[in-house]
């Protein structure tokens, strides 16, 4: 039976990049300033991507892998950071700690490294979370369902996202207003499933709404 619950409103966002001061040319400094640099910062590096105007597709997941490949010539490294997925850690401190860790294991493999140094440094970035209040609203999941075809790519990383970081359970906002719908534990659980790092914002829209049918096939 569906419990009296409160709309669910959509927000859009958008992220503002700011400089931190920190740069590196060389995997050595690379690896000083990924011991400092803030926890926004690596969000950035990370999920920023989803957000910015993209020119073709990446063959990397985050910047460090992109700059490691472009600048340093060293596409060992950088598979190795596109395979880092944030996802597998509860929180930024956990990757930190698996960045630092591909780094040095690196240096010790190719001594070149060392002091190959770039004329293209790599800036640490945080970015500003802008948000803003939506027009859309969704009463029951059939509407959120409905909705996820509709709302902006934003609006799907603000809730699916960065929710995960703001969250005190690190779920995403759909999962936390589903849970007062006893019927919805299908959709959630496969909402569960959904991994944002390994999508584009168009695929995890589509990954949205096959969680909702999903779910419905399974209430019918």
């Given at each position: 039976?569906?419990?009296?619950?409160?709309?669910?409103?959509?927000?859009?966002?958008?992220?503002?990049?700011?400089?931190?001061?920190?740069?590196?040319?060389?995997?050595?400094?690379?690896?000083?300033?990924?011991?400092?640099?803030?926890?926004?910062?690596?969000?950035?590096?990370?999920?920023?991507?989803?957000?910015?105007?993209?020119?073709?597709?990446?063959?990397?997941?985050?910047?460090?892998?992109?700059?490691?490949?472009?600048?340093?010539?060293?596409?060992?490294?950088?598979?190795?950071?596109?395979?880092?997925?944030?996802?597998?850690?509860?929180?930024?401190?956990?990757?930190?700690?698996?960045?630092?860790?591909?780094?040095?294991?690196?240096?010790?493999?190719?001594?070149?490294?060392?002091?190959?140094?770039?004329?293209?440094?790599?800036?640490?970035?945080?970015?500003?979370?802008?948000?803003?209040?939506?027009?859309?609203?969704?009463?029951?999941?059939?509407?959120?369902?409905?909705?996820?075809?509709?709302?902006?790519?934003?609006?799907?990383?603000?809730?699916?996202?960065?929710?995960?970081?703001?969250?005190?359970?690190?779920?995403?906002?759909?999962?936390?207003?589903?849970?007062?719908?006893?019927e919805t534990e299908e959709a959630r659980r496969h909402?569960?499933?959904?991994?944002?790092?390994?999508?584009?914002?168009?695929?995890?829209?589509?990954?949205?709404?096959?969680?909702?049918?999903?779910?419905?096939?399974?209430?019918?």
């Amino acid at each position: 039976m569906r419990q009296m619950t409160e709309p669910f409103r959509f927000k859009s966002c958008d992220l503002v990049p700011l400089s931190t001061g920190l740069r590196a040319q060389t995997l050595d400094e690379l690896a000083q300033r990924l011991q400092v640099a803030p926890e926004g910062s690596l969000h950035y590096h990370f999920w920023g991507r989803l957000l910015r105007p993209q020119i073709g597709e990446s063959e990397y997941g985050n910047d460090f892998a992109s700059w490691t490949e472009s600048e340093l010539h060293d596409r060992t490294l950088a598979e190795r950071f596109s395979a880092a997925n944030p996802s597998d850690y509860d929180d930024l401190e956990g990757l930190r700690e698996e960045l630092l860790s591909l780094v040095e294991g690196r240096l010790d493999e190719e001594e070149r490294l060392h002091w190959f140094r770039t004329e293209r440094p790599f800036f640490f970035t945080r970015g500003q979370l802008l948000v803003f209040d939506g027009q859309m609203t969704a009463s029951t999941p059939e509407e959120l369902h409905r909705a996820f075809g509709e709302a902006e790519r934003s609006s799907l990383f603000y809730h699916f996202i960065d929710a995960r970081r703001r969250t005190e359970g690190h779920g995403d906002d759909f999962s936390l207003w589903l849970e007062a719908f006893e019927e919805t534990e299908e959709a959630r659980r496969h909402l569960r499933y959904l991994d944002p790092y390994l999508l584009s914002l168009e695929e995890l829209r589509s990954g949205l709404r096959q969680a909702m049918a999903l779910g419905e096939e399974a209430e019918a």
